[in-house]
């Protein structure tokens, strides 16, 4: 993204590395220069710092939502939903149509049966641990055979739902989040009472946002008689994918669209972009101020240095060495701020928040991931920063005349 912003101005950076590699550029002095006026290099390379770090978090932030999604398909599995239904909890598949669904051959199985599960998807407001409130969640009825096909989720306390009692199993990094959902604990929903018996992790999947039970129990509840919200089957491999999906398209008797999981996650990842879009705004906000400190820093080291800027041109630096000069100044000033933010962003790495699906408006838990490629970005964006702050200071001092220079 950040990197399409460099290319109207290459032929300008081309000819700052072309001077700074075949023409006298006093880039030592420069360097010197940077760390002589302490008080407004520190403040311009915190500004910078500050809008670096912003600016990487919030990419991480929408990163580690797609994430979440990404993490929650199977390349060999595939769910069936009602024709134009973009999420389960907008869709409906009879159970007449799940037991046709069933006799497809190329479904696998394994030692317990089918890998076929018919799942309902409900929301549930939840409160908040802290009492701030509360958030809706998304309750999924599966069956046995669901828990088994989610291979990244695993149970690490208690035990699994069993059918006709009432029970849930909830993630563990909803503990902490939300009221009630403890070991023991219950939940009120569908004028039933649910005893918490489980806890699960969903390796930073969608699934980390979700409270399971047994589907069964939840059609009762939600009187939700003959009608699911999803299909999800895994196929004998990923290669049988196609031909699956095919097949669900063609048969005039179901009538439902089958999509690959790691297509119908990516779909859903799109929650982080408001998310993203709503800093990008904050951090565009951030930029000026950041761009008009990095100005305000070389005017002033402009101002404070016209008799070394005489000195320069008398002994015979050009106009546009000393224009190259004062660029690369702004250019380390402000790199130094994104490199600082860069590593302050490294403090955000891992932790976990949880935003709001635009399409679903249920909770949905993610963590920060701050990557090399994020970091870099920051850092470029920086470089942009110095180009944009330090060009009018830098042509200023290019301008300067030698006799005004000299009397300082």
């Given at each position: 993204?950040?990197?399409?912003?460099?290319?109207?101005?290459?032929?300008?950076l081309?000819?700052?590395?072309?001077?700074?590699?075949?023409?006298?550029?006093?880039?030592?002095?420069?360097?010197?220069?940077?760390?002589?006026?302490?008080?407004?290099?520190?403040?311009?390379?915190?500004?910078i710092?500050?809008?670096?770090?912003?600016?990487?978090?919030?990419?991480?932030?929408a990163?580690?939502?797609?994430?979440?999604?990404?993490?929650?398909?199977?390349?060999?599995?595939?769910?069936?939903?009602?024709?134009?239904?973009?999420?389960?909890?907008?869709s409906?598949?009879?159970?007449?149509?799940?037991?046709?669904?069933?006799?497809?051959?190329?479904?696998?199985?394994?030692a317990?049966?089918?890998?076929?599960?018919?799942?309902?998807?409900?929301?549930?407001?939840?409160?908040?641990?802290?009492?701030?409130?509360?958030?809706?969640?998304?309750?999924?009825?599966?069956?046995?055979?669901?828990?088994?096909?989610?291979?990244?989720?695993?149970?690490?306390?208690?035990?699994?739902?069993?059918?006709?009692?009432?029970?849930?199993?909830?993630?563990?990094?909803?503990?902490?989040?939300?009221?009630?959902?403890?070991?023991?604990?219950?939940?009120?929903?569908?004028?039933?009472?649910?005893?918490?018996?489980?806890?699960f992790?969903?390796?930073?999947?969608?699934?980390?946002?979700?409270?399971?039970?047994?589907?069964?129990?939840?059609?009762q509840?939600?009187?939700?008689?003959?009608?699911?919200s999803?299909?999800?089957?895994?196929?004998?491999?990923?290669e049988?994918?196609?031909?699956?999906?095919?097949?669900?398209?063609?048969?005039?008797?179901?009538?439902?669209e089958?999509?690959?999981?790691?297509?119908?996650?990516?779909?859903?990842?799109?929650?982080?972009?408001?998310?993203?879009?709503?800093?990008?705004?904050?951090?565009?906000?951030?930029?000026?101020?950041?761009?008009?400190?990095?100005?305000?820093?070389?005017?002033?080291?402009?101002?404070?240095?016209?008799s070394?800027?005489?000195?320069?041109?008398?002994?015979?630096f050009?106009?546009?060495?000393?224009?190259?000069?004062?660029?690369?100044?702004?250019?380390?000033?402000?790199?130094?701020?994104?490199?600082?933010?860069?590593?302050?962003?490294?403090?955000?790495?891992?932790?976990?928040?949880?935003?709001?699906?635009m399409?679903?408006w249920?909770?949905?838990?993610?963590?920060?991931?701050?990557?090399?490629?994020?970091?870099?970005?920051?850092?470029?964006?920086?470089?942009?920063?110095?180009?944009?702050?330090?060009?009018?200071?830098?042509?200023?001092?290019?301008?300067?005349?030698?006799?005004?220079?000299?009397?300082?």
């Amino acid at each position: 993204m950040i990197g399409w912003l460099f290319v109207p101005l290459a032929p300008y950076l081309l000819w700052l590395l072309h001077a700074a590699l075949f023409h006298p550029v006093p880039l030592a002095y420069n360097w010197r220069s940077i760390w002589v006026r302490k008080a407004g290099t520190l403040s311009t390379v915190g500004a910078i710092a500050i809008v670096v770090m912003i600016f990487v978090v919030v990419l991480s932030m929408a990163q580690g939502v797609s994430r979440a999604y990404v993490r929650s398909g199977r390349d060999d599995q595939v769910i069936i939903l009602r024709q134009n239904a973009r999420v389960e909890m907008m869709s409906s598949v009879t159970l007449a149509q799940a037991r046709l669904i069933a006799t497809h051959p190329l479904i696998a199985r394994d030692a317990q049966g089918p890998l076929l599960t018919e799942d309902i998807i409900v929301s549930k407001q939840l409160p908040l641990a802290d009492g701030s409130g509360s958030l809706t969640v998304t309750v999924r009825g599966t069956t046995r055979a669901g828990a088994r096909m989610r291979s990244q989720v695993t149970l690490v306390a208690g035990r699994w739902f069993r059918p006709g009692l009432s029970e849930a199993v909830v993630p563990r990094r909803m503990q902490n989040r939300y009221a009630g959902v403890d070991l023991g604990g219950t939940i009120a929903m569908g004028g039933r009472t649910w005893t918490v018996v489980g806890v699960f992790d969903g390796s930073g999947s969608v699934y980390d946002s979700e409270v399971w039970t047994d589907v069964a129990d939840l059609r009762q509840a939600y009187r939700r008689y003959g009608v699911d919200s999803s299909v999800a089957v895994r196929l004998r491999s990923a290669e049988d994918v196609p031909a699956f999906v095919r097949d669900m398209e063609r048969d005039v008797r179901l009538k439902l669209e089958a999509k690959p999981e790691p297509a119908y996650f990516a779909d859903l990842g799109d929650a982080g972009r408001p998310m993203q879009v709503l800093g990008q705004i904050i951090t565009a906000i951030l930029t000026v101020g950041a761009i008009f400190a990095a100005m305000n820093t070389m005017y002033a080291a402009v101002a404070g240095r016209t008799s070394e800027i005489g000195t320069l041109r008398a002994i015979g630096f050009k106009r546009r060495e000393i224009l190259a000069s004062f660029q690369w100044e702004a250019i380390l000033l402000t790199a130094l701020g994104g490199l600082l933010g860069a590593s302050l962003a490294l403090l955000f790495n891992g932790t976990r928040s949880g935003g709001v699906n635009m399409t679903t408006w249920s909770d949905v838990s993610y963590a920060f991931a701050i990557t090399p490629g994020l970091m870099a970005q920051g850092v470029a964006f920086s470089i942009l920063m110095g180009l944009a702050g330090g060009f009018l200071p830098a042509w200023r001092a290019s301008r300067i005349p030698v006799t005004e220079a000299m009397r300082g």
